[in-house]
């Protein structure tokens, strides 16, 4: 079964530096896609960036940049110039079309705190 | 455009009681998925409806149960209710089964 790991339960950041999140992920399929969320408190999931496997370039959206290593079966999210904004709740989660028909696999989440 | 709204933002019940939860999908989005997140934890898939069938279904017993309507709004319907049941009920929307998901603030549901 396809599984999501985020082993970094809290991440603490000072504005305008760079903080990198780590995930790694375990699936056979050679195929997927792969996301990072935003949960602030008001509770709103919001798509921060998205990857599919089959893409060897790194996404990236604006201050947001991933690190997939597909080999590592790895996913980090990179935030640069960290803003007091960015401060959430941040998920990475997994997708295939071949398995588990159209869910989601989301990991356990790292909180990050940005200080000013 | 309205994004996805989710009906009521807070409930509580006790054991052993029903609650229907609603989800009002994001304008032209034919797909709503609901997830069950519990306090200091990952969403995690409960079922999708496509265009008003089930098209998936996570872990979850029978008692979760959902319906999705003409206009594509959803409910998620959870009988005899269980404490384990308290979390943040979450649904998103999006225009296919396989593009981009769009979130609602949630349903927090507490069960006495």
């Known amino acids: ?116 | 455009e309205t994004g996805v709204t989710q009906s009521p933002t807070h409930l509580i019940k006790t054991r052993g009681q029903q609650v229907t939860l609603r989800c009002s999908s994001q304008s032209g989005h034919n797909t709503v998925s609901w997830y069950q997140q519990a306090l200091g934890q990952g969403p995690q898939f409960i079922f999708q409806y496509y265009r008003e069938e089930e098209n998936g279904r996570g872990n979850f017993p029978p008692r979760f149960s959902g319906l999705q309507f003409p206009n594509y709004s959803s409910e998620l319907n959870v009988n005899a209710l269980e404490l384990d049941d308290s979390a943040l009920y979450l649904c998103a929307s999006s225009s296919g089964a396989w593009d981009e998901q769009f979130f609602g603030p949630g349903t927090r549901l507490t069960v006495l």
């Open chain 1, 1 to 116: 079964a396809q599984t999501v790991t985020q082993s970094q339960p809290e991440m603490s950041v000072q504005e305008a530096e760079t903080v990198t999140l780590s995930c790694t992920y375990d699936t056979s399929e050679s195929d997927y896609y792969l996301f990072w969320y935003k949960q602030p408190p008001s509770r709103q999931m919001i798509l921060v960036i998205r990857q599919e496997a089959y893409k060897q370039q790194n996404a990236t959206e604006n201050r947001f940049s991933v690190n997939f290593q597909k080999a590592a079966k790895s996913f980090s999210l990179k935030i640069s110039d960290s803003q007091l904004g960015d401060a959430a709740m941040y998920f990475c989660a997994y997708r295939d079309p071949f398995t588990g028909g159209f869910k989601t696999i989301f990991g356990a989440g790292t909180r990050l705190f940005v200080k000013a």
